[in-house]
C-alpha cells in the first residue's frame, strides 16, 4: 500500500471517513449487543472497499507481517541455541525419540529423523530440518552436557 494514495483517499473523501466515524461511535456507545460489533465491521469494511484497498492487499499485508514475525521468531530461536547449549538436557525416549530443553528453546524429534519441532518460549515455530548447523550444534552439546531420564 502507497501511502500518498491513502493520503489523497483521505483528502478527497474526509468528510465521508468523518460520517463513518460519527455513525461508528454512536453504534459503539447506543447499541450494546453483539449486533454493535457486526455494524462495526461492516462500516469499517464498507470504507475499506470505497477507498480502493481490496481484500488481496489486505491478505498479502497479513502474510507479509506473518512471514515477518516468524523469521524474527527463528532468528531469535537460533540466537538462543547458541546462547543456551551449555545449559540444555537431553532427554531420550525409549521409543527413539528425544527431547532438548533449555531455560527458551525446546526441541523433539526422533533418533533418525531428519526433522525437529522447535518451540520458543512456549511458541511452536514448526518443523525444522536438522541439516542447519546450529541445530545440529545444539543437539551434539545437549547430549554432550548429558542425558536427563526419561519421564
Known amino acids: ?11 478527497q473523501n474526509w468528510l465521508v ?23 462495526a465491521i461492516i462500516i ?8 480502493g484497498i481490496s481484500i488481496d492487499q489486505i491478505k498479502q499485508t497479513v502474510t507479509d507481517v506473518q512471514s515477518s514475525t516468524m523469521d ?19 532427554t531420550k525416549g525409549q521409543d527413539g525419540a528425544f527431547t532438548i530443553t ?19 518460549r512456549g511458541i511452536s515455530l514448526g ?3 536438522v541439516d542447519n548447523e546450529t541445530i545440529r550444534t545444539f543437539v551434539k552439546q545437549a547430549q554432550e552436557n548429558g542425558t536427563a531420564p526419561a519421564s
Open 1 to 11: 500500500m502507497n501511502i500518498e494514495v491513502i493520503k489523497e483517499f483521505v483528502m
Open 17 to 39: 471517513i468523518v460520517v463513518a466515524l460519527i455513525i461508528l461511535f454512536f453504534v459503539l456507545n447506543v447499541v450494546k449487543t453483539v449486533l454493535k460489533w457486526a455494524i
Open 44 to 51: 469499517i469494511a464498507a470504507l475499506l472497499i470505497y477507498s
Open 72 to 90: 524474527t521468531l527463528k532468528k531469535e530461536a537460533t540466537s538462543m541455541m547458541l546462547k543456551e547449549a551449555s545449559k540444555a538436557t537431553y
Open 102 to 120: 533449555s531455560p527458551n528453546v525446546d526441541i523433539k524429534g526422533r533418533t533418525n529423523s531428519d526433522k525437529v519441532d522447535v518451540t520458543l
Open 127 to 129: 518443523e525444522w530440518k
